[in-house]
């Protein structure tokens, strides 16, 4: 049995689950500090025999293994995580291999796996909710460099109608800054799921995701995008992207049909703890 | 014995070398229409016995084998070479296995094997010349997806005291539009070698390239950053982008230390040839 560690910044989706994704038992826990949060997770884990665990973290993490923070989520403005060493502190725990990345990452490793780019060896997996993030499947195998993507803190350009100011504490009005579910709520003055009917709202989120989706294009010229998260729930903000995209990349590059391009996840909302049942997959094959 | 081809929108480069990437014999010649350049390029061949031969093209090009146009030079504004099928016509003259693909693909490619990333198993490298373009080695390979990147092309925010339109023909003031050799000349009425004093060319080519390589760096996360091509032998330019991507980023991803970050070829002009090179190594040992 393996277990799956989907870490957000509002809640903890535990599961436990076998290496063809299917999942037996889950729980969701509250993000509150780590001294409240840890124990409950393994309290969960604590009736089940596993050979590993699996965790998909919001971020930044350290994900270079030869580093001494490996493990740690590193620069977080969440109370309490900041520096905190998440895979060893499980690892001591429950005695197992721990596979680490980031949430993103792991929804990406769960749609190539079992979702809408499951016959793929490339796509992105964007999310925009909370904050915005995503992770890439290159030829096979999760993107990584010198550390993992942060493609949510790219450099949009602002709508010359939009007065918001942006919301990110590092870049202020870099995509996530301008496009996040918070953003959208500072700037119109209520949460999404209020403003439906608001077509201005979708619109500029259409605006902001097309410039991002064309970067994403011209540097990593995914297989399929698939897009996740709270803001996506609306549906018509999928078709502002396409048409802004249409008219951005002014048919510079060849694409396939734009419908079934930018797509929805193939899992739901079951992407990033299928994807971490995956990352314990492989660290159980390590 | 192997072949490499560089193919540039003003010239070629062909080259005669082993599998180490030495060259032994070399020249250039200058891109005319295809019926002219192509049989100075078979002509230079004709005395080796090669065993492959690779090419590094100026694009867009098709470089997916399964494409029925795999092999072509697609969409470029050059008269002649649009819908060309490159490879078909060298394995035609010379019946050799053709490796194939972009000229800074194949830059990113020498620069990794043997130039300023040789020990590392990810880089990115860029030429900002007559056109700005990149490609990028990932976990050890040639970043390829749906087709080759096309990084030149991306979305940068204008600076506000710049009034120069732009000259993308595709995207007018994307990245390419901005900041590309022929932008920096129509844009102040004289040649980049001839403006070498004059400061604020260079501190605007640098606002405009940190942006570009904040996206870069934002979700490839590369391991090292090479600049290369005409506009880059003006030393100050590495200063000042430098220095808006620090302003930038602010501190939001840990990076290494920038002066060994983001540096000049290895190879110097020999990138792209030697890439060629080894696009032939791994053309023959297929």
Chains 1, 2 share one sequence.
Request: charged content about 20%; overall charge negative; some cysteine.
């Amino acid at each position: 049995m393996l277990g799956a560690i989907e870490a957000g910044g509002t809640k903890f989706v535990c599961a436990v689950g076998d290496s063809n994704g299917k999942i037996v038992e889950r729980v969701q826990i509250p993000t509150a500090v780590p001294e409240e949060t840890i124990p409950k997770v393994l309290e969960f884990f604590q009736s089940y025999s596993l050979d590993a665990v699996g965790i998909g973290s919001f971020g930044p993490i350290d994900v270079n293994p030869e580093s001494p923070t490996y493990g740690y989520i590193t620069s977080t403005p969440k109370e309490g995580w900041m520096n905190y060493p998440f895979v060893q502190s499980i690892k001591e725990a429950l005695s197992v291999p721990i596979g680490f990345n980031t949430d993103v990452n792991a929804a990406a490793l769960g749609e190539a796996t079992y979702g809408a780019a499951k016959d793929l060896d490339s796509c992105l997996y964007i999310t925009v909710g909370t904050g915005i993030g995503a992770g890439a499947i290159v030829q096979g195998k999760l993107l990584q460099g010198w550390s993992h993507p942060e493609m949510g803190h790219i450099l949009v350009r602002r709508h010359p109608g939009d007065q918001y100011e942006g919301k990110c504490g590092y870049h202020q009005d870099c995509l996530e800054g301008l496009a996040s579910g918070p953003a959208i709520e500072a700037r119109w003055g209520d949460k999404g799921v209020n403003l439906v009917d608001r077509e201005e709202v979708w619109e500029l989120e259409g605006y902001y995701l097309a410039q991002a989706l064309m970067q994403y294009i011209l540097i990593l010229s995914p297989k399929k995008i698939i897009l996740g998260g709270g803001v996506m729930k609306q549906k018509q903000v999928f078709t502002n992207i396409r048409k802004y995209l249409v008219e951005l990349l002014n048919d510079y590059v060849t694409l396939p049909d734009l419908h079934s391009y930018i797509v929805s996840p193939g899992l739901g909302d079951d992407a990033g703890i299928t994807g971490a049942l995956m990352l314990a997959r492989e660290a159980a094959e390590k």
